[in-house]
C-alpha cells in the first residue's frame, strides 16, 4: 500500500494544508489590521502602559487654548526643497503639497475671456478651476493665518512665509502660461494684487533682492521681454539651464531666481538607478554656471518608473547640489508614504 492510497495519510495531509493556509490567513489579517490601525490612528500611542491621567491630558490638550496659537496652520511641517509638478493634478491643489512641506509648487493657467483656468489642457479646464480660486485665495488665507494682526503683541505688520517652522522660508508659484504669453502674463500680474498690496511678493529693485513669503516664477509662454527689462518688479522669469553659459548668459539671479530644464531632454535615458558618468559631469558643469550667477536649479521630466530609478535620480540630484527636487509624487519625495525609504 503507497502513501497516495492511504486515506488517513491523505487526510492528515489535508489537515496540515488547511493549517497553514488558516495560519498564512491570519498573519496576512494581522499585518493588514495593523496597517490599517496605524494609518487611521487607531494605535493613540507607540508607548505602552501609558499613564491614564497623562493619556486624558493629551486628548484634552486642543479643546481650550492653552495648547493652541495663532500660527499653528502649519505647526511642524517641514519646508522641503520639492517642487510640486502639475500640482493642479491633486486632489487638493496647493494645499496637499503645503502638508507636505514642497517650497515650490506649480499652476499652468489659460486666458480665456479675461479670465486665468488652471489645468493641463484645454480638456481639462472647468469654470470653477481658476487661477484665484486654487491659488490665489488659497495662498493669501494661509498667509493671513500665519501674519494674524494681534495688536497686543505686535508692534509693526510681520510677513511670514506659510511655513510655521520657518517663517522666513519663501513659496516658489511657478505659473506656466499655456496660451499667448503677450497676451496672458499681464492678467498673470493683475492677479497677484492682493498678494501685492499685503507685501507679500518677493521684488528686486534691480540691484537688490527682497525676499517675501511668495516668489512668483513665470514660465511656459512667459515672455523674457515682460520681465528683464522691467526695473522694479515682484515677478521673476524661469531661465533654460542649459543656455545659462551662452544665449542666455546675461541672466542674473534678479532676473530667474531659479532655472529650469528638461532631465530627458538634457541627459537622456537613464539604465539601472543611476546617472552615469558622461551625465554626472554635464550635470555638475550646469550647476556650477548656475551656482555662479547665484541661480537655483530644477530639472523636470525625469524618470518616474521604476521606482528605484525615480529615488535613485532624486538622491543623486540632490547630492549633486540640484536646488528643487521636482515630484509629481511629493509624499514620496517628502517620505512619507510607501515606496520613498529607500531615498
Not at 84 to 90: A, K, L, P, V
Not at 240 to 261: D, E, G, Q
Amino acid at each position: 500500500m503507497t502513501i497516495r492510497n492511504s486515506p488517513f495519510v491523505e487526510l492528515r495531509f489535508l489537515n496540515s494544508f488547511v493549517a497553514m493556509a488558516f495560519i498564512s490567513s491570519s498573519l496576512l489579517l494581522a499585518w493588514t489590521l495593523l496597517g490599517l490601525s496605524s494609518v487611521k490612528g487607531i494605535i493613540a500611542s507607540s508607548t505602552p502602559d501609558l499613564n491614564p491621567s497623562l493619556q486624558d491630558i493629551l486628548n484634552k490638550a486642543h479643546q481650550g487654548p492653552l495648547y493652541n496659537y495663532p500660527t499653528s496652520f502649519t505647526q511642524g511641517i517641514i519646508p522641503k526643497g520639492i517642487h510640486s509638478h502639475n500640482d493642479y493634478w491633486r486632489d487638493v491643489p496647493f494645499y496637499t503639497a503645503l502638508s507636505v512641506g514642497a517650497s515650490s509648487t506649480e499652476s499652468d493657467v489659460w486666458l480665456y475671456n479675461g479670465t486665468l483656468y488652471v489645468g493641463h489642457e484645454q480638456s481639462a479646464l472647468t469654470a470653477a478651476r481658476t487661477f484665484e480660486s486654487l491659488y490665489i485665495n488659497p495662498i493669501l488665507d494661509v498667509l493671513k493665518r500665519q501674519n494674524p494682526t494681534n495688536l497686543k503683541f505686535l508692534s509693526t505688520t510681520t510677513h511670514n512665509g506659510v511655513f510655521d517652522t520657518d517663517a522666513g522660508q519663501t513659496l516658489y508659484l511657478f505659473v506656466d502660461l499655456k496660451t499667448d504669453g503677450a497676451a496672458t502674463w499681464p492678467v498673470v500680474i493683475k492677479a497677484l494684487e492682493p498678494l501685492r498690496q499685503a507685501g507679500y511678493l518677493s521684488s528686486t529693485n534691480g540691484t537688490t533682492f527682497t525676499s517675501r513669503p511668495i516668489t512668483v516664477i513665470g514660465t511656459g509662454n512667459t515672455p523674457l521681454s515682460l520681465v528683464q527689462p522691467i526695473t522694479s518688479r515682484d515677478y521673476f522669469w524661469d531661465a533654460p539651464i542649459p543656455t545659462l553659459n551662452s544665449t542666455f548668459s546675461n541672466i542674473t539671479s534678479l532676473v530667474s531666481p531659479i532655472a529650469s530644464a528638461d532631465f530627458a531632454a538634457v541627459f537622456g535615458p537613464v539604465l539601472g538607478t543611476s546617472m552615469n558618468e558622461t551625465q554626472v559631469e554635464l550635470l555638475r558643469a550646469q550647476v556650477k554656471t548656475a551656482h555662479g550667477k547665484g541661480i537655483k536649479l530644477r530639472y523636470w521630466d525625469q524618470p518616474g518608473w521604476p521606482v528605484s530609478t525615480r529615488n535613485g535620480i532624486w538622491r543623486q540630484l540632490r547630492s549633486e547640489g540640484v536646488d528643487l527636487i521636482n515630484a509629481d509624487d511629493v509624499e514620496a519625495a517628502a517620505g512619507v508614504s510607501d515606496g520613498a525609504n529607500d531615498w
